[in-house]
């Protein structure tokens, strides 16, 4: 797929368990965040987004947690299930950047049944 | 549910030859984007177009690269003379407005031989 050979940190976690996907941001201005999903061959997914003016936001099974203090992004996946398996991009953006998305450099997510 | 399309999924070319990607943004998305993953890397910004006009590019959108929106449904990318480091999968995206989530196709990947 498009990330092998990147040097992608990797998550392994057991069928059922929940999973925390970390994310550091750069750009203090950016006030957009999203989590994308990458399964191989595939472009990103969109599974959840947050605002500046928010730090915590619930989807189904998902949760972003937003901590603009120490620029950190966090994804949550309830009851982690194996299509879960994927890399998991953090995207910021901000009204200074034009919607232009800068991504993190993603995180293996490995679900083991 | 609507989705963002692209042919080819996979393009091979020969160095110096022009190619063009194809896109169909979903239906009544006003804001478009082109990114690209060389492999082994993060995703990166391309492009964004709005009312038939470039409204942001990066630094790899040279002079080789150009978009266009030839009818009401299409929105292409054309590299003119093709060079072995354009080889990467390309994604296009929309968004119903500047602020909105962008939604991603399946990309095309791109082999310059």
């Known amino acids: 797929g498009e990330n092998v050979g990147l040097h992608l940190p990797t998550l392994s976690v057991q069928e059922g368990d929940n999973s925390i996907i970390n994310c550091a941001y750069s750009?203090?201005?950016?006030?957009?965040f999203i989590w994308y999903k990458q399964e191989s061959g595939k472009g990103p997914q969109f599974i959840i987004d947050?605002?500046?003016?928010?730090d915590k936001r619930q989807g189904q099974r998902v949760t972003v947690l937003l901590n603009k203090t120490v620029k950190h992004l966090s994804l949550q996946i309830a009851a982690t299930q194996p299509g879960d398996s994927a890399v998991y991009f953090c995207a910021e953006t901000g009204e200074n950047a034009g919607n232009m998305l800068t991504f993190g450099g993603g995180t293996r997510l490995m679900v083991k049944p | 549910e609507p989705e963002v399309t692209q042919t080819p999924s996979h393009q091979v070319t020969q160095m110096g030859q022009e190619v063009i990607l194809r896109c169909v943004p979903i239906?009544?998305?006003?804001?478009f984007y082109w990114y690209r993953q060389i492999l082994g890397q993060k995703v990166e910004f391309l492009v964004s177009f709005y009312n038939n006009e470039i409204s942001e590019k990066s630094e790899i959108f040279d002079d080789q690269f150009s978009v266009e929106r030839p009818d009401g449904s299409n929105f292409t990318l054309k590299i003119r003379s093709t060079k072995l480091e354009d080889s990467a999968m390309y994604f296009c995206?929309?968004?119903?407005?500047?602020?909105?989530?962008?939604?991603f196709g399946p990309g095309t990947r791109l082999t310059v031989l």
């Open positions: 750009n203090s201005a950016s006030d957009y």
């Open positions: 947050i605002r500046s003016n928010m």
């Open positions: 239906s009544n998305h006003l804001y």
């Open positions: 995206a929309s968004s119903a407005s500047l602020a909105d989530t962008q939604y």
